[in-house]
């Protein structure tokens, strides 16, 4: 894993997204994690993130918008995949607990991105930073396409 302190979030991102997904890899670890690496890739290549990537990881972020939001809130839910072994169930064995939280966390992703028109997340992101109020960037085809396309 990349040095938070000292990798940025474009760094952070591509090691995340590059994450190798053998052939044999279970269906369903492959679904969360091919979706998940699509719609962070997303994320990240939207214009309002691009004030955040060059910092690192653990620097406060420049402009915090709903994609940064939302690219940090993937970002972790992809975290957690990559950390289970591919090749078997997620939703079998000692680690059950943390898929469970994979899948609400991409039901939360969703509904959030791709099924509210954003209102939920503005008012969330408004209820924390109260100058963002009207100043929302548009989530765009791309990103909500990756989103759909959630499991």
Do not use: C
Not at 18 to 45: C, K, V, W
Not at 118 to 140: F, V, W
Request: no cysteine.
């Amino acid at each position: 894993m990349a040095d938070p302190y000292t990798a940025t979030r474009e760094e952070f991102t591509n090691h995340l997204t590059g994450a190798e997904i053998p052939a044999d890899a279970n269906a369903t670890f492959r679904q969360y994690a091919e979706s998940h690496q699509r719609l962070l890739t997303a994320l990240m290549q939207h214009p309002a993130m691009a004030p955040n990537l060059q910092q690192t990881y653990m620097t406060p972020a420049n402009l915090k918008n709903k994609i940064y939001f939302m690219w940090d809130f993937v970002g972790r839910t992809l975290g957690h995949i990559v950390q289970f072994d591919p090749t078997h169930n997620p939703t079998r064995g000692p680690k059950k607990a943390i898929w469970k939280d994979v899948v609400s966390r991409t039901v939360m992703t969703k509904m959030l991105l791709a099924e509210d028109d954003t209102s939920k997340l503005e008012t969330m992101l408004e209820a924390q930073y109260p100058d963002q109020r009207g100043r929302h960037p548009e989530i765009g085809d791309e990103v909500l396409a990756a989103a759909r396309a959630l499991p």
